[in-house]
């Protein structure tokens, strides 16, 4: 992933992601053949509470919905008892809001985010991918815009918010033609187009328990992102 020495084998996505048998009621194994790419120790044994921190965001996000939501919610309680300060401290700040939906006003729960660890999180993964399709460590530059991140603040946060809504759009068009890889794909499955003639070398869009997408743009070094 990176051009240090390699030490170690890193999952791709983060194997804590996926459900433990000890918490599934049925015959499925969601851990069957993961993702694995080189890596080194910094960036594998040294992110192990990145991997922790990316599990709470996006257990948080799928709770009532999708198959295995009830087998990550048990995994997300037993890793707050382990660890209460991290709950703390992203859900501390978290409010009561109303949003508007097609149907009417709904109501939700506001969480503000370390948007900089989160994009670091999805950061690594989409570098692990890169490798996993090509074969090759991806060294320049990478723009992650989760689809269910929202921005609220700061005077160009509206703009900001569409123009991320409309490079998802674009996105999705580009892959759909293409079938989603993952054997596991209730967990998470993505889709990868290497572009050759484009200000992005390559698109890739990401689905964590078909409820939670990231759009990624591999961004060619002095290619302005967006």
Known sequence: MCERQEVSKEHVPPKCLFPQIKDIDCDSNFRANLITVPSCDEHNSKKSGDDEFLMYVLVSELMASGVVAPYMVKKLKRAIDRNPTLAQKIFSNAKDVSLKSKDGYVDSLEVPLDSLRLNSCFDHIARGLYYH??????????????????????????????????????????????????????VFSYKFLKCDESPFASVAQIEFYKNCVVTILYVYKGAKKC
């Not at 074969?135 to 700061?154: M, N, R």
């Not at 123009?163 to 674009?170: F, I, K």
């Open 133 to 186: 399709e090509t074969g090759f460590s991806w060294l320049s530059d990478v723009q992650v815009i989760p689809d269910f991140v929202y921005f609220i603040e700061g005077e160009d946060a509206h703009e900001i918010q569409g123009v991320h809504v409309e490079l998802g759009v674009l996105a999705k068009m580009l892959l759909h033609p293409l079938d989603p890889h993952g054997e596991n794909s209730d």
